[in-house]
């Protein structure tokens, strides 16, 4: 009983050690960012995830820009843009 409980703790042990570091060092908010096509930022304590999403006509793009302190749901900032327009306004029914 105690060797087979060894060798189940060893083999865990080996994979824990052979995941890949980077899915650790993942904040849920970076996950959900990038889950979202977005990118994700982090400086200090404050984060930041933009999202272009492009219109149905493609010279127009919508960044939609989320912005939080420690994480995404904290204190957060939303702030939308559309390019391609000269007016920073969308037009209807392009996204």
């Not at 042990?13 to 979202?36: D, G, I, K, L, T």
């Not at 982090?42 to 933009?50: A, D, I, M, T, Y």
């Not at 999403?53 to 994480?71: A, H, R, S, Y």
């Amino acid at each position: 009983m105690t060797r087979v409980l060894t060798l189940a703790i060893l083999a865990s042990a080996a994979a824990f050690a052979m995941a890949p570091m980077s899915a650790w060092a993942q904040s849920p908010s970076q996950r959900e960012c990038e889950a979202a096509g977005g990118t994700f930022t982090k400086s200090g304590g404050q984060v930041e995830c933009v999202i272009v999403e492009e219109g149905k006509n493609p010279k127009f793009t919508e960044t939609e820009t989320t912005t939080g302190q420690g994480n995404i749901s904290n204190k957060q900032e939303q702030d939308t843009e559309c390019g391609g327009t000269g007016s920073n306004k969308c037009p209807p029914g392009q996204f």
